[in-house]
């Protein structure tokens, strides 16, 4: 019914940046909240950013001044602009949306299969 693809993971050196996208496709007729959480090797998922239909955004401490998430609505999709980037953010990164589907407009929770990025040091 829903699917979310991520794109623009890689590998990259500490101090670089990288852009994440995720659009959301199939039978949707609206979309609230978009966000981006993380899951590093043995660790759990944790939310990175998110940000509401409204424009309303929230961020993990550790990206605050790093990372910039944003949304096209008209596109249906959400962005992570990733700057001054750390091993530490080494992780695979998901795209999570709660969207309402055309076929019997209830709310769900949607994931996507998630894009790996990799920092060097």
């Known amino acids: 019914q829903v699917q979310l693809v991520e794109s623009g993971g890689g590998l990259v050196q500490a101090g670089g940046s990288l852009r994440l996208s995720c659009a959301a496709s199939?039978?949707?007729?609206?979309?609230?909240?978009m966000g981006w959480y993380r899951q590093a090797p043995g660790k759990q998922r944790n939310v990175v950013a998110s940000?509401?239909?409204?424009?309303?955004?929230t961020y993990l401490d550790s990206v605050k001044g790093r990372f910039t998430i944003s949304r096209d609505n008209a596109k249906n999709t959400v962005y992570l602009q990733m700057n001054s980037l750390k091993p530490e953010d080494t992780a695979v990164y998901y795209c999570?949306?709660?969207?309402?589907?055309?076929?019997?407009?209830?709310?769900?929770?949607?994931w996507g299969t998630g894009t790996l990025v990799t920092v060097s040091s």
């Open positions: 940000i509401t239909t409204r424009g309303t955004i």
């Open positions: 999570n949306a709660d969207v309402r589907s055309t076929i019997d407009f209830i709310l769900r929770n949607y």
């Open positions: 199939g039978s949707i007729s609206s979309i609230n909240a």
